[in-house]
């Protein structure tokens, strides 16, 4: 990697954060995923004549850039969802990086020269996690049914965690060690999740226990940043999954954290790492396009068209491989689920089956293990597909992010999965359960007060009252002191009412942990008005 002084340092910085800035403002004008437009941008950098020379190294991407992004996809991910859909979940992100791994190593040693079946095992682990960024932006955007986007973003958390384990084993193989036996297979993949789990709940619960006695958001929003670098390094000092690890402490910290953030800090929070998540991202998919030059610079003895060739038709190979495993197991997915709920759920409609095999876009994450695979296997033997392993994922991140990015959102339209504008009936369920229950609160409150108070309750009450009226009816049908600091009060203990309300339907699962912040945040910000220099440092 080159040498920078540190202007050269800044000046590079804040040339990529310009290019961020303006490119994903670009991209959000013509509605396409930012991803996608950033890997192009930074494509097109690459191959300026004296372009920004930034080599992307693998330690950067497992311990600058994936933690944060995975806690942040943790926090946000609904404990209630993920644990409905975690047969499917584990039958992509454990049985598909098996069959896309044994897909690979087939096509790599029937079709590419100089692999064998082991070099293509490799790199079937390489380019196994996929990275849904920019699928699940498109399908929010879109407004996909909750069941596929659910099932995609936690794909995305569990895979990159078997997917590194197949590189691990992948490493083994090609360094001509003996080959692990099944029950050593089986008792490090148990290690690597269970390790990993155990060590991410741990440090949750410790970060739980220790902000019941902060309460400063700056302090807080600083340990919400530092966690998922502590978390990550610990998984992996046990030589357990840090990935794991990250994304463990993330879940539990998500649905604990209603009980330790005061309103401010979960507002301001949330601010934070929303820039965090877009800057990290940014950078992440830039730098992708900016690593072509390296990645060319490597490769002797292939006329470039050949080279392309061999990464098209792997890449068509990858999507074809994705798309048959989901059509051919998502009848085994519902029928364990039957088995073990004891319960049967509506089939998915082939067009969502479709759309889940269609976004298998792969990311930094792949690339990342491509790069991290050594020149060498040993003091003497190099590794002679070393700089073809890396080509070759990528043009599958390129062909799969590009083609697979831009033609998603037609294709949701096409197949009628788009949201046409319905109501969510979930939604507005929990919306009339908590204003129902500040009515009661107001109603009870109206009966106990003077009559000084009795007009600004009753203006109170005729306020919750019009709100109820304007909450569309889709869930099951309900029964019909000084003045102006006891309406402060009140104002707040209703609000405050509200939020025991809403966080009570969470506990009872009747409601998802992606509603409750929606209707959360609303509070926060009622909240935040009733006490507009509270926990401010």
Same mark, same amino acid.
């Given at each position: 990697m080159?040498?920078?002084?540190?202007?050269?340092?800044?000046l590079?910085?804040? %040339?990529?954060? &310009?290019?961020?800035?303006?490119v994903?403002?670009?991209?959000?004008?013509?509605?396409?995923?930012?991803?996608?437009? /950033?890997?192009?941008?930074?494509?097109?950098?690459?191959? @300026?004549?004296?372009?920004?020379?930034?080599?992307?190294?693998?330690d950067?991407?497992?311990?600058?850039?994936? +933690? +944060?992004?995975? !806690?942040? *996809?943790?926090?946000?991910?609904?404990?209630?969802?993920?644990r409905?859909?975690?047969i499917?979940?584990?039958?992509? #992100?454990?049985?598909?990086?098996?069959?896309?791994?044994?897909?690979?190593?087939?096509?790599?040693?029937?079709?590419?020269?100089?692999?064998?079946?082991?070099?293509?095992?490799l790199?079937? #682990?390489?380019?196994?996690?996929? =990275?849904?960024?920019?699928?699940?932006?498109?399908?929010?955007?879109?407004?996909l049914?909750?069941?596929?986007?659910?099932i995609?973003?936690?794909?995305?958390?569990?895979?990159?965690a078997?997917?590194?384990?197949?590189?691990?084993?992948?490493?083994? @193989?090609?360094?001509?060690?003996?080959?692990?036996?099944?029950?050593?297979?089986?008792?490090?993949?148990?290690?690597?999740?269970?390790?990993?789990?155990?060590v991410?709940?741990?440090?949750?619960?410790?970060? *739980?226990?220790?902000?019941?006695?902060?309460?400063?958001? +700056?302090?807080?929003?600083?340990?919400?940043?530092?966690i998922?670098?502590?978390?990550?390094l610990?998984g992996?000092?046990?030589?357990?999954? %840090?990935?794991i690890? &990250?994304?463990?402490? %993330? @879940?539990?910290?998500?649905?604990?954290?209603?009980? !330790?953030?005061?309103p401010?800090t979960?507002l301001?929070?949330?601010?934070?790492?929303?820039?965090?998540n877009?800057? /990290?991202?940014?950078?992440?998919?830039v730098l992708?396009?900016?690593?072509l +030059?390296?990645?060319?610079a490597?490769?002797?003895?292939?006329?470039?068209?050949?080279?392309?060739?061999?990464?098209?038709?792997f890449s #068509?190979?990858?999507?074809?491989?994705?798309?048959?495993?989901?059509?051919a197991?998502?009848?085994v997915?519902g029928?364990?689920?039957?088995?073990?709920?004891?319960?049967?759920?509506?089939?998915?409609?082939?067009?969502?089956?479709?759309? &889940?095999?269609?976004?298998g876009?792969?990311g930094?994450?792949?690339?990342?293990?491509?790069?991290?695979?050594?020149?060498?296997?040993?003091? $003497?033997?190099?590794?002679?597909?070393h700089?073809?392993?890396?080509?070759?994922?990528?043009?599958?991140?390129?062909? $799969?992010?590009?083609?697979?990015?831009?033609?998603?959102?037609?294709?949701?339209?096409?197949?009628?999965?788009?949201?046409?504008a319905?109501t969510?009936?979930?939604? =507005?369920? #929990?919306?009339? /359960?908590?204003?129902?229950?500040?009515?009661?609160h107001?109603?009870?409150?109206?009966?106990?007060?003077?009559?000084?108070?009795?007009?600004?309750?009753?203006?109170?009450?005729?306020?919750?009252?019009?709100?109820?009226?304007?909450?569309?009816?889709?869930?099951?049908?309900?029964?019909?002191?000084?003045?102006?600091?006891?309406?402060?009060?009140?104002t707040?203990?209703?609000?405050?009412?509200?939020?025991?309300?809403?966080?009570? @339907?969470?506990?009872? =699962?009747?409601?998802s942990?992606?509603?409750?912040?929606?209707?959360?945040r609303e509070?926060?910000?009622?909240?935040?008005k009733?006490?507009?220099?509270?926990?401010?440092?």
């Amino acid at each position: 990697m080159e040498k920078f002084s540190v202007q050269s340092i800044q000046l590079v910085l804040l %040339g990529l954060l &310009v290019m961020i800035a303006a490119v994903a403002g670009f991209a959000r004008r013509l509605n396409i995923s930012y991803p996608i437009v /950033l890997v192009l941008a930074g494509l097109v950098a690459g191959l @300026l004549p004296h372009p920004i020379r930034l080599e992307l190294a693998p330690d950067v991407v497992f311990l600058v850039f994936l +933690p +944060p992004l995975l !806690f942040a *996809a943790a926090w946000q991910t609904s404990w209630r969802d993920f644990r409905e859909n975690l047969i499917s979940i584990s039958m992509l #992100a454990v049985g598909l990086v098996a069959f896309t791994v044994w897909v690979a190593a087939e096509f790599a040693n029937r079709f590419l020269p100089e692999f064998d079946w082991r070099a293509g095992f490799l790199l079937g #682990a390489v380019v196994s996690p996929t =990275d849904a960024v920019a699928a699940t932006s498109i399908a929010r955007r879109l407004g996909l049914p909750g069941r596929v986007v659910d099932i995609l973003e936690g794909e995305s958390l569990v895979n990159d965690a078997t997917g590194l384990l197949a590189l691990e084993l992948g490493l083994e @193989l090609v360094r001509g060690d003996a080959a692990p036996t099944v029950p050593s297979l089986v008792l490090r993949m148990v290690w690597l999740l269970g390790g990993g789990i155990a060590v991410g709940l741990l440090i949750g619960a410790i970060i *739980a226990w220790f902000e019941k006695w902060i309460n400063d958001g +700056p302090v807080e929003i600083m340990i919400s940043i530092l966690i998922p670098f502590a978390t990550y390094l610990a998984g992996e000092s046990i030589k357990a999954s %840090g990935v794991i690890a &990250v994304v463990a402490c %993330g @879940l539990y910290l998500g649905r604990k954290s209603v009980s !330790f953030f005061s309103p401010d800090t979960r507002l301001q929070a949330m601010s934070v790492w929303d820039v965090i998540n877009f800057l /990290l991202n940014g950078l992440v998919f830039v730098l992708i396009g900016l690593q072509l +030059p390296y990645v060319l610079a490597g490769i002797q003895g292939y006329s470039l068209k050949a080279l392309i060739g061999y990464g098209v038709a792997f890449s #068509a190979i990858l999507i074809a491989a994705r798309l048959a495993w989901v059509f051919a197991f998502t009848p085994v997915s519902g029928w364990l689920y039957r088995w073990l709920k004891g319960t049967a759920r509506p089939a998915p409609r082939t067009a969502a089956k479709f759309i &889940v095999g269609w976004t298998g876009m792969r990311g930094v994450v792949a690339l990342a293990a491509a790069v991290s695979i050594p020149y060498s296997l040993t003091d $003497t033997e190099s590794f002679p597909v070393h700089n073809l392993i890396v080509f070759l994922t990528f043009i599958v991140i390129l062909v $799969t992010l590009v083609l697979q990015g831009l033609t998603l959102p037609p294709l949701i339209r096409r197949l009628g999965l788009a949201d046409k504008a319905g109501t969510n009936c979930e939604e =507005d369920e #929990a919306r009339r /359960l908590i204003v129902q229950a500040a009515i009661d609160h107001l109603q009870l409150a109206r009966e106990e007060c003077d009559q000084e108070a009795e007009h600004a309750v009753e203006d109170l009450l005729h306020q919750y009252e019009h709100r109820m009226e304007s909450i569309s009816n889709c869930g099951e049908p309900l029964p019909g002191q000084s003045s102006s600091l006891y309406l402060h009060r009140l104002t707040l203990s209703t609000v405050q009412v509200e939020r025991a309300t809403l966080i009570r @339907l969470r506990d009872e =699962d009747r409601i998802s942990d992606t509603t409750m912040r929606l209707l959360e945040r609303e509070l926060d910000l009622s909240e935040s008005k009733l006490n507009p220099g509270a926990n401010r440092a």
